[in-house]
């Protein structure tokens, strides 16, 4: 026989079985992690006046150098080859889905910011360095670093100079209104050295200029006269000192009252620069979209994230560029390094975790 305290807790039991959950049971709720994508609240797609323009017309307009070896230049076919052309091949890859889609506009070092700010070009990508009075003083946008370059100088070999302290009295050759004139003669000011400068109009006639001896030395940035010197009659007859001496930031210029445009051509850059850090080549581009399981590779890829609209670009255009354009190595070895006159190493334009460590890091692409 069931007692009577036996029967109660058996008859509060069955009624608990029969009611739901009161709302203080509930455990805490477990949230999704976010995922950066357009159609997530709290992600906004931008919009870019420059992008609109650029579809509307169909091709991006460049300016670029008249002819840079390495960073700018047309080939035998009247094909431009080059670093420079190479950005804005990538920027045309990633807003229109074409490398092929730009029109360069030859610009000379005067006019190149002025050309930029009258609406003539989308982007300017001409070796230029990024300086506080240019970016604070001329309405411009230096999105970003693409090569991290130094001014130096150029001799001739049988000079028997080691270093540029030996350039006294000397004759230097220098492109007028370039930062290049006011660094060398800062230097040369700071360390009480005389030197006389030799004003070209022109980084053609600069060197021309050396090369007919009317000056002893030829200065500008080290990426220029490595350039420069691919060209020459004699090329091992010429060296360049080691003294380095000025940060020269190079990169792409756009105008300041688009800042999405500018986030544009940033991102086309990390593209490049996240397809080396992957593994992510020309040639592998296509296998990884469909193989790859990494979640930044398939991000970057279009394959997940949904984060090119974002900017108002299609899903696959990191993809496009990668495929059209390459990884910041294979655009590096092709334009400036190994495979191209220059031979140049990458030394700070190493990625961050290279072997060698440079300067080149990416943000997450997440």
């Not at 840079?68 to 190479?86: C, I, Q």
């Not at 003083?137 to 090569?147: C, D, E, K, R």
């Not at 000025?246 to 800042?259: F, I, M, T, Y």
């Not at 994230?305 to 590096?332: C, M, N, S, T």
Request: aromatic share 8%; hydrophobic share 40%.
């Amino acid at each position: 026989m069931i007692s009577r305290f036996a029967a109660t807790v058996l008859l509060l039991a069955a009624l608990g079985a029969c009611s739901g959950p009161t709302p203080a049971s509930k455990g805490p709720e477990v949230k999704a992690s976010p995922r950066a994508a357009a159609s997530e609240p709290g992600y906004k797609p931008a919009v870019s006046v420059t992008l609109g323009m650029v579809r509307k017309r169909g091709y991006v307009a460049c300016g670029v150098h008249a002819g840079l070896p390495g960073f700018a230049l047309k080939d035998a076919r009247g094909e431009w080859r080059g670093f420079d052309v190479d950005i804005c091949r990538a920027v045309a890859a990633a807003t229109l889905g074409d490398a092929q889609k730009v029109r360069f506009t030859v610009v000379d070092a005067k006019d190149r910011f002025g050309a930029l700010q009258r609406g003539e070009l989308d982007i300017l990508s001409r070796n230029t360095s990024h300086t506080f009075a240019r970016e604070a003083g001329l309405g411009v946008s230096f999105p970003i670093i693409t090569y991290y370059d130094g001014q130096g100088f150029l001799v001739r070999r049988e000079l028997g100079l080691g270093s540029a302290q030996e350039l006294t009295g000397a004759r230097v050759c220098v492109q007028e209104g370039t930062a290049s004139a006011g660094n060398v003669d800062d230097w040369f000011r700071v360390r009480g050295i005389k030197y006389r400068a030799v004003m070209a109009s022109s980084e053609q006639q600069a060197r021309s200029m050396y090369e007919g001896e009317t000056c002893d030395a030829f200065t500008a940035d080290i990426s220029a006269l490595a350039a420069s010197r691919s060209v020459m009659n004699n090329p091992g007859s010429h060296v360049i000192l080691p003294e380095v001496i000025s940060k020269e930031p190079l990169g792409p210029v756009v105008r300041r009252d688009d800042p999405v445009w500018a986030e544009i051509v940033r991102w086309t850059v990390y593209a490049t620069l996240l397809g080396e850090e992957l593994g992510v080549t020309s040639r592998t581009v296509e296998q990884a979209r469909e193989t790859a399981t990494d979640p930044e590779t398939r991000r970057l890829l279009g394959v997940e994230g949904d984060l090119g609209p974002l900017l108002g670009l299609e899903k696959d255009w990191a993809f496009q560029v990668i495929r059209q354009v390459g990884a910041y190595h294979e655009i590096f070895r092709r334009d400036l390094g190994g495979d191209s006159a220059l031979r140049l190493d990458r030394g700070l334009n190493a990625l961050w975790n290279a072997p060698k460590p440079g300067l080149m890091y990416a943000p997450p692409m997440r």
